[in-house]
Every structure is written in C-alpha cells, then in structure tokens.
C-alpha cells in the first residue's frame, strides 16, 4: 500500500476582536482532502508586552508560542509544512520536513537588499495545469534545500489545488470557532 502524503498548512491569524492571534494548521492530503486541524487558544499581549517587544511580538507568538508546539503535536507524520507569513519559516529547526513560504508572483514585492544582508532562497513556480496563477516559494535561509526538496511535492500539488486556498479554509473555519465559542473571539 502507498503512503499518503501529507501537506501542513500552518497561520497565524489575528483574532475577530483583533486583540490577539491564533495560530492554526490545516493537514491535507496532497490533493487537499483534510486529515487533521488544530488550533491555538488566543495569545492576548497585554499593553505592557506591545511596546517591550515591538517589532519582534508578533513573530515571538507566532513562532515560539503557537507554530513549535502546533508541530509537535501532530497525528499525521507531514511531507511538507507551508506558512502564511515569512516569518514562520523561523519553525524550520523544530521540523524534519522541509518548511516552505508561498505568496503569488503579483503580491510579492521585490526589494533590493544591501550586499551584507542575504535575501531568503526563492524560486517561482507556474501551475503545471496553468489554472492558477504562478507563485513564489521561499525557504529559511539556513535550510536552502527545502527549495528543491519541496520542488516536485509543490509542483504535482500545485496541479490540482490552489496551494494558498487552504489558509482561506482556516481563516473560516476559525470565525466559525469564534461564533461557537466565545474564548475564539
């Protein structure tokens, strides 16, 4: 029998009241039928945490406070892990699978970095089937070969399902939370 293969979609979504995050993973198969979903109670900053850690906040509860253990409490054994924000590559070390950031090729803005400061590994990816439109798919910079480990998973996946839609499907699966239960909110 073949082993499935399994694809983690992990994000970190701001809460309805926009007081907090919730970090949240989507398991799909490689032709995106679910397997598994999880999701993080809220993490509340409360005003004394916004200004001491500033611009490293939110990555500190995405990363360390919701992805790490989202991961590691896993039923299903993942292929690949795609996130929502580059700054959630920063799970990579947690992880024996390669972890990747994807963004369509007409939201990334490209910027022009000084020599002393390395751009994280990209490569752009066109649908196969062309049905959707080409994507951008970035690695951790210490973990350049997640690029060409994920390569051929990304490009028979990206055949027959949008590889951005399943963030859509937590962004609604967690308002459907929030309306069921009032610590989602």
């Known amino acids: 029998m073949e082993e499935r293969t399994f694809l983690g979609f992990l994000s970190l979504n701001e809460t309805s009241a ?9 398991v799909t198969d490689q ?3 679910p397997a598994e979903f999880r999701c993080t109670y809220p993490v509340k900053p409360s005003v004394l945490h916004k200004p001491l850690y500033g611009e490293t906040l939110k990555p500190y ?3 360390e406070l919701c992805a790490k253990r989202l991961v590691e409490v896993l039923d299903h054994r993942l292929n690949l ?9 920063d799970v990579r070390p947690s992880c024996n ?4 950031f994807i963004e369509r090729v007409g939201e990334a803005i490209e910027v022009a970095l000084p020599d ?4 994280p590994p990209k490569s752009r990816v066109a649908c196969p089937s062309g049905r959707f439109q080409p994507i951008y798919v970035s690695a951790h910079s210490n973990y350049a070969q ?7 998973l990304v490009e028979n996946t990206f055949s ?8 859509e499907r937590i962004a609604t699966a967690l308002k459907a939370l929030a309306q069921q239960d009032g610590r989602f909110l």
């Open 116 to 119: 002393a400061v390395t751009s």
């Open 61 to 63: 509860i995405g990363v």
């Open 146 to 152: 997640d690029l060409s480990e994920s390569r051929p």
């Open 160 to 167: 027959h399902l949008d590889l951005l839609e399943p963030f």
């Open 81 to 89: 892990l795609v996130v929502n924000a580059r700054f959630l590559l």
């Open 31 to 33: 032709y995106g039928v």
């Open 18 to 26: 926009g007081d907090g995050y919730i970090g949240a993973i989507l």
């Open 97 to 100: 699978y390669p972890v990747i």
